[in-house]
């Protein structure tokens, strides 16, 4: 049965979030608050900002949505030439953020990026809508476009290419895998007074700690 927004913002007035109280595996207690916002049909609830920086530290951010979450840590997929494939692969850390604002809840996820498998990208590009396979083969993502036409007529011309066939993957389009060294889960509170858990991994185990909002 799904949730409300008032029922479980209301669960939350009853007691702090505290390490008693959420599990000791971060990837297990996200699953948790996606299940929440999922369930209390937000807009995009797996939308999240995605952080990364090019070889000379130079920032950049944008949304993106999840694709999933499994033991190794939090998928998406994208060209890897585009501006955040680019800089992936100069500088293989990145940051991700979750903001449910109707739950006044906040996560925080940094760590290392890998490529997923070939056959993981395979995998979810024939699980996409024909017409964003196509797109995918249609658009040179982040390059300079002299108009919208060039863009759809690049799309004419896969969409004739593939006619009455499967589109496979182009190459140069699958997923990553951020793997998380610290994540912080934000519970807004009243009087400014949120509840901030932060788990940092190290020594091959996730350390658990309250910090000061």
């Known amino acids: 049965m799904k949730k409300d927004i008032a029922s479980i913002r209301e669960e939350f007035k009853k007691g702090s979030l505290t390490k008693q109280s959420i599990d000791a595996n971060p990837l297990v207690q996200f699953e948790k608050w996606l299940n929440d916002a999922i369930n209390?049909?937000?807009?995009?609830?797996?939308?999240?900002?995605?952080?990364?920086?090019?070889?000379?530290?130079?920032?950049?951010?944008?949304?993106?949505?999840?694709?999933?979450?499994d033991d190794g840590g939090f998928v998406f997929f994208t060209n890897y030439q585009s501006r955040k494939g680019k800089q992936l692969n100069e500088n293989p850390q990145a940051a991700i953020t979750f903001f449910w604002n109707e739950l006044e809840r906040q996560v925080n996820i940094t760590g290392e990026v890998q490529r997923v498998s070939e056959n993981n990208s395979d995998e979810?590009?024939?699980?996409?809508?024909?017409?964003?396979?196509?797109?995918?083969?249609?658009?040179?993502?982040?390059?300079?476009?002299?108009?919208?036409?060039?863009?759809?007529?690049?799309?004419?011309?896969?969409?004739?290419?593939?006619?009455?066939?499967d589109v496979p993957r182009p190459s140069h389009w699958g997923g990553f895998r951020l793997i998380p060294d610290r994540v912080e889960f934000w519970q807004g509170r009243p009087s400014r007074l949120h509840d901030r858990i932060e788990y940092q991994y190290h020594g091959g185990q996730w350390k658990i700690r309250r910090l000061s909002p």
């Open 124 to 165: 979810y590009f024939q699980s996409r809508p024909r017409k964003s396979r196509l797109g995918a083969w249609a658009s040179s993502q982040s390059e300079e476009l002299i108009n919208r036409e060039e863009l759809m007529a690049n799309f004419a011309k896969y969409t004739l290419q593939y006619a009455g066939r």
């Open 40 to 69: 209390a049909t937000l807009p995009e609830p797996t939308a999240m900002i995605l952080s990364t920086a090019d070889k000379n530290a130079k920032p950049s951010s944008r949304t993106v949505l999840l694709k999933g979450v």
